[in-house]
């Protein structure tokens, strides 16, 4: 690694009590990530991190928005998102401990790089449903839609190649 890792929080060398940390996430982020489906973002992540005798609590804290694609209009827009998680290192070697939220590590660990946490937030924090604020879908492609719904409508004048599939029966596996 020649490049210094900003995503690294101390844990042997970190005093007991409460340390905050600030990342701010730019598009740069996403394209360190090739299977990334987010490309663009601008987040920024507030972390408490709690430290005690036996293990961390970090308190992650996220605010910003990311590049989607809308699920009406298919043109991409930002979409805010915001998020709180919580995120345990234990100190120790019993690995049977680990699970989404915690991590084992031994007490000497030098760092704890919490990048991948971060870029799991974000997905996390995007909505299922994508689509832009009322009004502001393109109106371009909302008119075509209107256009393509029209036609089903018309009991008696179904499209020949629509008629012929009306009685083909899809089979789930
Ligand atoms: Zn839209």
Redesign the pocket.
């Given at each position: 690694m020649e490049k210094e890792n900003e995503f690294l929080i101390p844990v042997s060398g970190l005093a007991l009590g409460v340390h905050d940390f600030k990342f701010d996430i730019k598009d740069g982020f996403f394209a360190e990530r090739d299977y990334s489906e987010v490309r663009q973002g601008e987040v920024t992540v507030n972390l408490e991190v709690e430290r005690e005798e036996t293990m961390m609590t970090l308190n992650f804290q996220l605010e910003g928005k990311v590049l989607v694609t809308?699920?009406?209009?298919?043109?991409e827009?930002f979409i805010p998102i915001q998020s709180e998680q919580v995120f345990y290192i234990k100190f120790g070697a019993d690995e049977a401990e680990e699970s989404d939220d915690v991590a084992v590590v031994p007490a000497e660990e030098h760092a704890y790089d919490v990048s991948s946490l971060i870029y799991e937030y974000i997905i996390l924090a995007i909505p299922m449903h994508r689509?832009?604020p009322d009004g502001?879908?393109?109106p371009k492609?909302l008119e075509m839609l209107s256009h393509d719904e029209e036609p089903s409508e018309k009991e008696g004048e179904m499209d020949p190649r629509w008629a012929a599939l009306k009685d083909v029966k899809i089979e789930d596996n």
């Amino acid at each position: 690694m020649e490049k210094e890792n900003e995503f690294l929080i101390p844990v042997s060398g970190l005093a007991l009590g409460v340390h905050d940390f600030k990342f701010d996430i730019k598009d740069g982020f996403f394209a360190e990530r090739d299977y990334s489906e987010v490309r663009q973002g601008e987040v920024t992540v507030n972390l408490e991190v709690e430290r005690e005798e036996t293990m961390m609590t970090l308190n992650f804290q996220l605010e910003g928005k990311v590049l989607v694609t809308c699920d009406r209009c298919a043109d991409e827009f930002f979409i805010p998102i915001q998020s709180e998680q919580v995120f345990y290192i234990k100190f120790g070697a019993d690995e049977a401990e680990e699970s989404d939220d915690v991590a084992v590590v031994p007490a000497e660990e030098h760092a704890y790089d919490v990048s991948s946490l971060i870029y799991e937030y974000i997905i996390l924090a995007i909505p299922m449903h994508r689509v832009h604020p009322d009004g502001e879908c393109n109106p371009k492609v909302l008119e075509m839609l209107s256009h393509d719904e029209e036609p089903s409508e018309k009991e008696g004048e179904m499209d020949p190649r629509w008629a012929a599939l009306k009685d083909v029966k899809i089979e789930d596996n």
